[in-house]
C-alpha cells in the first residue's frame, strides 16, 4: 500500500497511481482546464494523454478564437467523449482571459491546468494532487527549475526571464517559488472561487500567485519536466509578455482587487 512520498514509476519512466492508496483517490474530481489558440497539431495528443490518467476528471476545453482547424478537431472529440465542457470565444481574448473563463466552467475539486502544446506531461498532474488530497497543500506548482525532470535544452534568455520574473514575483509575495510562470498550477477549487481575477493575456500567471498569497493559501512546489518549444514550433510567449509581467506583478501585488484571506473548511469537500 502507498503510504506517501513519490509516486512509483512505471517502466515508461512516467509516475503511476498506487492501486489502494490511503488517500481520496476514488473520491476526488480533478478538473483540467486547457486553453487553445491554433493548437491543431497538438491538442488531441495532449486530450488522449489527459484522458488516460487513473482519476475522475472534468476536462474543460476553451478555444479563444482559433483561427485553423482546432476547433472542428475539437467539436469531434467532444463528440468523442473527451471532453466534458467546450466552450468557443469567438475572438481572441488571451491566455488569461481562457483561464477565467474555464475556471467558472469547471465542478471538479481540484483545478489544473493544462496547456495545449504537449510541453508539459499530463502524466505528471497525480503526482501533483497528491499534497492537496494529503492536506499539506491547497494550491501546488510543478517547477521546472527544481530538478528531477526530464528537460528539452533550449531557450537560454527565456529560462533566464523566467528566473528573474519569479524573483520579483517572490519579492513582492515574501514566497520562496522557483518557478512562478509555470503553466502546472493546481488550486482547490472552493479557494480558486474566491480569487478576484482579471488578468486576460499572460499576466494571469504572476495574478494567480499574488492572489494565492493574498489569500494565505498553503502552495507546494514539486520537480517536472519539460519540454519546451522554439518559437517555430509555435510557442506564443515573447519578450513584450516577459516586459509586461514585471507590470502585472507590481499592478496584482500593490492594487486593488486582492483576495481576502481564505478560511479553510475543516473537511475539505472530497473528504464528505
Not at 483540467?32 to 493548437?39: A, C, D, G, K, R
Not at 489527459?50 to 482519476?55: H, K, N, Q, T
Not at 481574448?93 to 499530463?122: M, N, S, W
Amino acid at each position: 500500500m502507498f503510504t506517501g512520498g513519490a509516486w512509483p514509476v512505471a517502466p515508461s519512466g512516467r509516475p503511476t497511481p498506487p492501486p489502494g492508496a490511503p488517500l481520496a483517490w476514488d473520491r476526488v474530481i480533478l478538473s483540467v482546464v486547457i486553453p487553445t489558440y491554433n493548437e491543431e497539431a497538438t491538442v488531441e495528443a495532449v486530450l488522449r494523454r489527459v484522458r488516460a490518467l487513473p482519476l475522475a476528471l472534468d476536462v474543460v476545453v476553451v478555444d479563444d478564437g482559433s483561427s485553423d482547424g482546432t476547433r472542428p478537431l475539437l467539436r469531434s472529440l467532444e463528440e468523442e467523449g473527451l471532453i466534458e465542457t467546450l466552450i468557443l470565444q469567438e475572438r481572441n481574448q488571451g491566455k488569461g482571459a481562457a483561464l477565467r473563463t474555464g475556471f467558472g466552467a469547471a465542478r471538479g475539486h481540484v483545478v489544473a491546468i493544462q496547456d495545449a502544446d504537449l510541453e508539459y506531461d499530463p502524466w505528471e498532474l497525480p503526482m501533483l494532487l497528491e499534497p492537496i488530497l494529503a492536506g499539506w497543500a491547497d494550491a501546488v506548482y510543478g517547477s521546472r527549475f527544481l530538478g528531477g525532470g526530464a528537460h528539452r535544452v533550449h531557450l537560454f534568455w527565456h529560462s533566464v526571464g523566467n528566473r528573474v520574473l519569479t524573483l520579483m514575483s517572490n519579492v513582492f509575495t515574501d514566497l520562496n517559488l522557483t518557478d512562478m510562470e509555470t503553466c502546472y498550477k493546481l488550486v482547490r477549487r472552493d479557494l480558486l472561487q474566491t480569487l478576484p481575477l482579471t488578468r486576460d493575456r499572460f499576466g494571469i500567471e504572476p495574478e494567480i500567485t499574488a492572489r494565492l498569497s493574498q489569500a494565505g493559501a498553503r502552495i507546494y512546489e514539486l520537480p517536472i519536466s519539460y519540454r519546451g518549444r522554439s518559437y517555430d514550433e509555435g510557442k506564443k510567449i515573447g519578450w513584450r509578455d516577459g516586459v509586461a509581467a514585471f507590470w502585472h506583478i507590481v499592478r496584482t501585488n500593490w492594487f486593488p482587487p486582492k483576495a481576502e484571506r481564505w478560511q479553510r473548511p475543516e473537511v475539505a469537500e472530497w473528504e464528505r
